[in-house]
Structure formats: structure tokens, C-alpha cells
């Protein structure tokens, strides 16, 4: 069992930065791909990034890919979401997830591939 719990959310102002944090408890972190999804209102649940058990690969939505990265820290339990040059459409819920592994060929982007998920934290960025 894992649980995770997401903060660093807040308002920003379009052009901004915030770094989104998710602590893991439980057992063998280092376990799981981690992957960060988001929910704006009247869209559906998107995929924003992934990162490997070791942290040595990483991916990106095409939306966020050169603004946002995502990095994980073994020792501390801990994923990461650094999003800079924040635009209004980034406006959401983000949510960390844990997988205990990726589909064939995927490299995290689906929502079914995750075994554990936080409850999020909310991302306003104002024009």
C-alpha cells in the first residue's frame, strides 16, 4: 500500500512558477514509475509526466514539455512537478500517481496503468 499526498499548489500569475510536491509513505518507493495527471474543469482527466523508478527516464505531455520537469528524490519518498512559464489553460487539480509498472511500449500516460493515487492539490494560474 501506498499513500501520497500532493502540495505546492496555489495561484500564480500566468508567466510564473510553482513546484508541486507528492510524499509517498509506505513501502519500496523506489518501486513505482511515478507519474503526474491533471483535471481542469469540463475536460477530462490529462497526462502531464512520468518518471521512471530511478528517475533516469522521464516524459512529457506535449502541452507542458520544456516548461514543466518531473524529478524524484528515492531517499525522501518524494516526486516533483516544477512548472515554469505557467499559461491560464495550466489551470487544474494535479494529481501524483504510483505504478508498479508501465504497459508494453507505454511510457505512463494512461490513467489505468496507476495503482495509487493522491487526493491533489489545486493549480490556479490567473491571465
Known sequence: QVQ???SGGG???AGG???????????????YA??????????????????SR??????????????FTISRDNPKNTVYLQMNS?????????YC???????????GFNPSEYDYWGQGTQVTVSS
Open 54 to 67: 530511478g528517475g533516469g527516464s522521464t516524459y512529457y505531455a506535449g502541452s507542458v514539455k520544456g516548461r
Open 17 to 31: 512558477s510553482l513546484r508541486l510536491s507528492c510524499a509517498a509513505s509506505g513501502r519500496s518507493f523506489n518501486n
Open 97 to 107: 500517481a504510483a505504478a508498479r509498472t508501465f504497459y508494453t511500449g507505454s511510457y
Open 86 to 94: 505557467l499559461k491560464p489553460e495550466d489551470t487544474a487539480d494535479y
Open 34 to 51: 511515478m507519474g503526474w495527471f491533471r483535471l481542469a474543469p469540463g475536460k477530462e482527466r490529462e497526462f502531464v509526466a512520468a518518471i
Open 4 to 6: 501520497l499526498v500532493e
Open 11 to 13: 495561484l500564480v500569475q
